[in-house]
């Protein structure tokens, strides 16, 4: 999207041999651009990793050379190339960088990369932005990047950073296994057990689709259990997925999952009348997917998750902006935001106590407005607020009061409704 007025003074056009590495961006194995770079990389890779990745599935193919280079690509099309400035188990020694760009070493900053690709940058990320294509360098720990010797690699890629997943992620070691795929494509064996094991569920999942959506939920509830997974609040949770799915009253079920490694978002959605997905996601594609309301437990849950439910929150009202009423076993519970300055919001929980219940039951939403207000004018943070001790996300429930509570309005909230609006 940059204008091309500087094309004669960016060094990396005529200096650096990184037209070598776009030039076959987008390209096959066999096309010459890719042949050419892979000679210039060593010729033969040290090793090749394959796997496919997600539902519907791509195959991802990672060639990595002795000199420390790897060329990735996706169903034979190289999407990203990255050069690693330290040494790795398929290299001993970091990719020789001043020999491809001048100027540069593997103790490099940011500042450093700055001059000797003088390419403009890519929002306001680290990226620089090479006619459409990207060059993203990636620091120990993220960060470092004003001090020598952090430098890790330097990624060329069509992917632009943040728009979508970075193509070394495919191989992450927390997240990537954990879709269970069918072992035959005709799902002869799954298709037949898991059909007269698991009823309807079982027969629309084996075979064809290719995933095992149980095992695959399992796994990712066992990832979600040993923290490595974290289960997004805004969406149906895992363990909901299937009977809202065998229900049919919703077109499409989604759970989404952040990995805690690689940040990536798996979205793994079943359909009312196609074969279930698997996608992994950044996070602003991840809020851009539909999202339905959840209907009613009643509609759907088993006689346990029926009881369960009794014992849930349950949302009563809001007022967009400023607060929610949820209920609990008889219990009154607001939610109310308030402003610590101009800038900065934040929320308090209370429950009701008896003499605001009643001015409720005879004030009605007017009365938790005004009470809403009086709240933020008493600044509920400060311990000076008659609030701030009956804040309860303060107590040592704080957290698991929070989740119960999201899951209780994740049918109302703000980006709910702008979302079922889309
Ligand atoms: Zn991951």
Redesign the pocket.
Known sequence: MGQRRNDETEQWRTRSRLPLILDALLGSEEDPPVRRLVEAFGGEPASVKERLVGQPAYQSRRLQFASGAEVILHDDAVVATVLHAAPTEFAAHGFDLPEWIPGLNSGATLEDLKKAIDAPRYRTGMAFDMDGAYAVPNFKNNRGWNDPGNLLSITLTVEAPGRSCRPE?DD?P???DLLVRNTDSDGDQNGAAEGAGAGATGSATGGAAGMDVERTITALSSAVSADLLKESLHWVPLADLQPLHASGLMERAESQLT?T??R?IICLTLFRDSAPTFVYAVLDEARRRPLEKIPPVEQWGDAPRLAKDREAMHYVDHHPGAWFLVEQQGDLFLQSRYWRNSMVDSDVLLRLDSDERDAYRSGGKDFLSELSERIDKSRPHTEESPYFQRDLSRGTDGAALAKSFAAAIVNHTWIAEQRRRS
Do not use: F
């Open positions: 992620d992450c927390v997240c990537s990995c490694q690689c990536r």
